[in-house]
């Protein structure tokens, strides 16, 4: 089968070859298909398919009964209130994930990033759950998993240990959690995920909500140790508020030291919380993802629960 006449990214018009439910070829348009089976779609545009880069599949709560929601004025209380309210939810997670799944899927998302809870109340728990939903979906999207420390690193007696085991039980990458403003030890964090990244050969994926310097300090240091441990592109930072409230001289600092260490940034980000300037990152060539559609469905769902 051809989509004839189609828009391509570049702008151009090209016919396009499907075989056995995937691209084979694009040819310039009005090739020499047959007839029957030339779809002329008139110039429409087609675009690869969509990547959800930051999501947490096992702590969604799509498809269950509403919760209220608890309010949680620092990382800390949030954090605390979700290790009380994962207890609470009336489906399990692999009902809610396989739900997010299929929402994603049918909203044309074919490659998911999920961060994954590992704590001492959960252990491997939740990636188990969700790695059997990665395996069911598997012919329709790519999922990777990342060992979230969301209860530190450091601060969470046995981190280290259980972020190893998930690593070996299938995670993709290995994540963090605000080095300086969670775990109060920022060297002593990046030591221990940079580690666990190297000895297993997975990329990191950290959160990184502290603003100002702080936040800027600790992303100076992740590019340096992304170079001296040789993982350019394999890196990302989640978040990364700090990019939108820095003064531009420090800005600009930081940028170029992401873009030579190739350091992603990821701007999933609340509607509230200050956002990095995506064209400004972008204009001084570092990769940057925003993922915005689901941000804010999952902020609507949010307030939904809330009764608002």
Known sequence: M??????????????????????????????????DQRIDVEGRLVLP???????????????????????????????AAERVARHRVALPIDAR????????????????RSHVDIDNDVGLANLEAVSKVREVYRDWVDIQLVAFPQSGVITEHGAPDLLAAALRAGADLVGGLDPAGFDGNARGQLDIVFGLAEKFGKGIDIHL????????????????????????????????????????????????????AEVAIMTSCPPAAPVPP????????????GSWPFVNARFISKRKNRGS
């Open 2 to 35: 051809f989509l004839g006449n189609a828009r391509l990214p570049s702008g151009g018009l090209a016919d396009i070859e499907i075989a056995d439910g995937v691209i084979a070829a694009v040819h310039p348009p009005a090739s020499a298909a047959p007839a």
């Open 49 to 79: 398919a969509f990547v959800e880069g930051h999501v947490h599949l096992d702590k969604t709560h799509w498809g269950a009964p509403r919760m209220p929601h608890v309010e949680g004025r620092s990382v800390r209380e949030r954090n």
């Open 97 to 112: 994930a396989s739900a997010l799944v299929r929402t994603l899927i049918a909203n044309g998302s074919t490659r998911v």
């Open 209 to 260: 909500h502290d603003g100002g310097e702080t936040g800027a300090a600790e992303l100076r240091e992740i590019a340096e140790r992304t170079i001296a441990a040789g993982m350019q592109g394999r890196v990302a930072v989640s978040h990364a508020f700090a990019l939108g409230t820095i003064e531009p001289r420090l800005f600009e600092e930081i940028a170029d030291g992401l873009a030579r």
């Open 278 to 289: 995506l064209k400004a990152l972008r204009e001084r060539g570092v990769t940057v993802f």
